[in-house]
């Protein structure tokens, strides 16, 4: 297959590449302008919209494609599928299950704004989501913190827990100092953070390779899908690092020199891909991939966040959960007619 390496591919597979790695600088950098009210809203609406892109990636493109639903690539000139094409007819079927997960997220929200929802704890204080902020919120105090330059270990006490009593936080301060140092000065929680964000982005080059190699159309699919939920990923792993006692500046360019490995998976996925079947592998890792992040990482934090205003922040999951299912839809059926030059 010829055209997996061709020029345009590869300047496809770069550029999307390199712009999605800039997540891990992008949104720490107009993070201190945003009061925290704004940034948990924009945060949470860019949440609810990485999932619907990822699972409706996953279920609608990636695991067809896997199985070969939907097995041509650009090199077959001329063949265009409509989008009432009974070619395409799986396309529906499989948007049915997004549809599910949308419903009984609905069910769930409008449950938790009533006081009902899905719980297994008695005692308030026995709720995860009571005991530990969100990644989001810690993410947003660490920051201001290292703004107004305090100490670090006042930093990472109240990113440990909100309101420690003070024998808890002086142990909590003595953990952090007393921390056994793995690698470059870091302590095993960064240094295990930054090597599963590594392997994490290398996946993602590894599928946004394989898609670009296919088509276009699908490359721009799975490219869409990873840039949506690397902004709060990152952002996530970035708080992490700060928790953990890192700089600013140095927690800053480690998740960035992290985020660039997906040129390696991109410089893997791309040759691979020449090969029907391990295409097809491909996509199915990267489906699997894709289906956790959404459903384990994202999910519960729609379902458990702590803004006040739960009717306002409801309206924003919905918006950008249908935008963001539009938005594969749409690419999904017109995948054939999409051609971009660069």
Not at 77 to 96: N, R
Not at 120 to 135: L, N
Not at 230 to 241: I, M, N, S
């Amino acid at each position: 297959m010829a055209f997996c390496l061709t020029p345009v591919v590869w300047g496809y597979g770069v550029l999307a590449v390199f712009i999605i790695s800039l997540c891990a600088i992008a949104g720490v950098a107009f993070l201190p302008c945003l009061s925290t009210d704004v940034y948990l809203k924009v945060l949470q609406t860019m949440m609810a919209l990485a999932v619907a892109t990822l699972v409706g990636d996953a279920v609608v493109h990636l695991i067809p494609q896997a199985v070969g639903l939907h097995a041509h690539d650009a090199t077959a000139a001329g063949v265009t599928h409509d989008p009432g094409s009974e070619d395409l007819a799986y396309i529906w079927k499989c948007l049915v299950v997004v549809v599910a997960i949308y419903a009984f997220f609905i069910f769930e929200s409008v449950m938790q704004m009533f006081g009902g929802g899905h719980s297994h704890s008695v005692d308030p204080e026995d709720d995860p989501t009571k005991r530990k902020r969100a990644s989001s919120m810690r993410l947003k105090e660490a920051v201001e913190g290292s703004f107004k330059n305090r100490s670090p270990s006042t930093t990472n006490l109240e990113l440990a827990d909100g309101n420690l009593p003070n024998g808890d936080a002086t142990d909590e301060r003595d953990h952090v100092h007393h921390q056994r140092k793995v690698c470059c000065g870091m302590g095993s929680l960064p240094f295990m953070i930054l090597i599963g964000d590594g392997l994490h982005n290398l996946g993602d080059g590894l599928a946004i390779g394989a898609a670009f190699a296919t088509s276009i159309g699908a490359g721009l699919s799975t490219s869409i899908a990873v840039f949506c939920h690397e902004l709060p990923h990152e952002l996530g792993d970035f708080a992490v690092l700060l928790s953990a006692g890192l700089s600013f500046r140095k927690a800053l360019a480690l998740n960035f020199l992290s985020a660039l490995m997906a040129f390696i998976g991109l410089c893997i996925g791309i040759p691979l891909a020449a090969n029907a079947e391990a295409r097809e592998w491909i996509f199915a890792l990267a489906a699997g991939m894709f289906l956790y992040v959404a459903l384990v990482d994202m999910f519960p934090e729609l379902i458990h966040h702590e803004n006040k205003n739960r009717f306002t922040i409801f309206l924003l999951h919905n918006l950008g959960l249908l935008v963001g299912a539009g938005i594969i839809l749409v690419i999904a059926l017109y995948e054939d007619s999409i051609n971009i030059s660069i």
